[in-house]
């Protein structure tokens, strides 16, 4: 790993660099503010290191920047204004650093191509901006862990990338150039392009995971853990390639949207520790690709829809609801066997068709077997007389049988008692 600091990046007059990435070492102090040398740059990494300070403003100078990732180097301060100049930019990542201020709605007005906007872990506050939701190619949003309040935006169904099922290429990939002195005598430069495929750390089903090959297929909300008040708005139903959508741990209040079935790609659903009401849509039952669910701590009410996919998640997923019921949680009163009340007034237990039928089908087996029995043979004593003549002899003998095994078992038990006496 590296150390120490990146002051000699200031060291060339005129770089040709176009692709740094200084990632993952241990870098320290602050970004020196010389980026103005390094013009032709399109990638920049330089997350997770130990460097402080704020984000340069020369940064804007480097207009080609395709990718910036800056996130988990405890920098501090405001996103320059500066960075509007980097019209580029397709994949900006600030997360987990100290960052303050507003969400600045310039993003929208210059930074038109963004795919991937990741502002977690950071201390923003105000409002989402409502520019944000003429990000046309916006796939990835993640606004979670900050001071961030007032209400969803009701436009963000004009998030048009997100909003379709067809699929986009599986990578985000850029284009950098870099060059090489192939004879040093007559100093002949040639140029050579290459591919890049970006990567990002991703909360995917609750867990913290990096994508690659597939960042592009993504399509995520996440403003969870924010101070966002208000209902969410019915116009997120229109966002049909949605996967993930995490509105935890806010102030949201009124009821899931009716229209929360029309997601149909949707696989994570985090909505808990919010202020909600009312039922759980009938619609939901319709998530087939749903498999992470977690409605947990709220005040939601009524009886859990019947589904295949409802019915597979754990208990824990709808707790803290108290009026909520239904499998996987208690039986709601209404599926126990309702009282009727009877002509004299007072109430009989209703019994279910099941219970109804059942003894009825066992005494009319009971007296059709009986019946078969009964004229199967004394039916055949009637009307044969040699049979009558047979089964009375045999009746006859049994009973002359039984009287003499009495008479012999008498005459041995008097002979005992004698012998005893």
């Not at 993640?142 to 004009?158: A, E, H, M, Q, V």
């Not at 109804?356 to 004394?378: C, K």
Request: proline fraction near 3%; hydrophobic fraction near 40%; charged fraction near 20%.
């Amino acid at each position: 790993m590296f150390n120490g600091s990146l002051s000699f990046l200031c060291t060339n007059k005129d770089s040709g660099l176009s692709y740094l990435d200084l990632s993952n070492n241990l870098l320290s102090g602050g970004i020196p503010d010389c980026w103005i040398k390094s013009q032709r740059l399109t990638i920049i990494n330089l997350e997770n290191n130990n460097l402080s300070g704020v984000i340069p403003t020369s940064l804007g100078s480097v207009e080609r920047l395709q990718s910036l990732r800056l996130s988990n180097t405890s920098l501090h301060g405001e996103i320059p204004q500066s960075l509007k100049s980097c019209t580029q930019l397709t994949l900006l990542d600030l997360g987990k650093n100290k960052l303050t201020g507003i969400i600045p709605p310039w993003i929208r007005e210059r930074l038109e191509n963004l795919v991937v906007l990741r502002l977690r872990s950071n201390k923003f506050h105000g409002d989402i901006p409502s520019s944000l939701c003429k990000q046309q190619f916006l796939q990835v949003l993640d606004l979670s862990l900050n001071n961030i309040s007032g209400t969803i935006p009701s436009c963000f169904n004009n998030l048009t990338a997100m909003a379709h099922l067809e699929s986009s290429e599986a990578t985000i990939k850029f284009w950098y150039y870099y060059q090489d002195v192939s004879d040093i005598e007559d100093s002949t430069t040639a140029f050579f392009a290459r591919t890049f495929n970006d990567h990002l750390l991703v909360i995917w089903k609750g867990v913290e995971q990096e994508y690659g090959k597939t960042l592009g297929l993504l399509r995520v909300i996440d403003s969870s853990c924010n101070k966002l008040s208000g209902e969410i708005p019915r116009e997120i139903a229109s966002l049909h390639g949605l996967i993930t959508l995490n509105l935890s741990r806010n102030m949201l209040k009124g009821s899931i949207i009716k229209e929360i079935g029309q997601l149909k790609a949707l696989e994570s659903l985090d909505l808990s520790t919010n202020n909600l009401s009312g039922v759980i849509p009938e619609s939901m039952s319709d998530l087939s690709f749903l498999s992470v669910l977690d409605l947990s701590n709220n005040n939601i009410s009524g009886k859990i829809p019947l589904s295949t996919q409802l019915q597979s998640f754990n208990a824990t997923c709808f707790a803290g609801n108290s009026r909520l019921c239904g499998d996987p949680l208690n039986k709601c009163l209404g599926d126990e066997s309702p009282k009727l009340p009877n002509n004299g007034g007072t109430e009989i237990i209703a019994e279910s068709d099941e219970e109804l039928f059942e003894p009825l089908w066992f005494v009319t087996g009971m007296i059709a077997g009986f019946l078969v029995g009964f004229w199967g043979v004394f039916g055949s004593l009637l009307i044969s007389r040699s049979w009558r003549h047979k089964y009375f002899q045999l009746v006859n003998k049994l009973g002359d049988w039984i009287r003499l095994t009495m008479a012999l078992e008498t005459v041995k038990l008097q002979r005992r008692l004698r012998l005893k006496d």
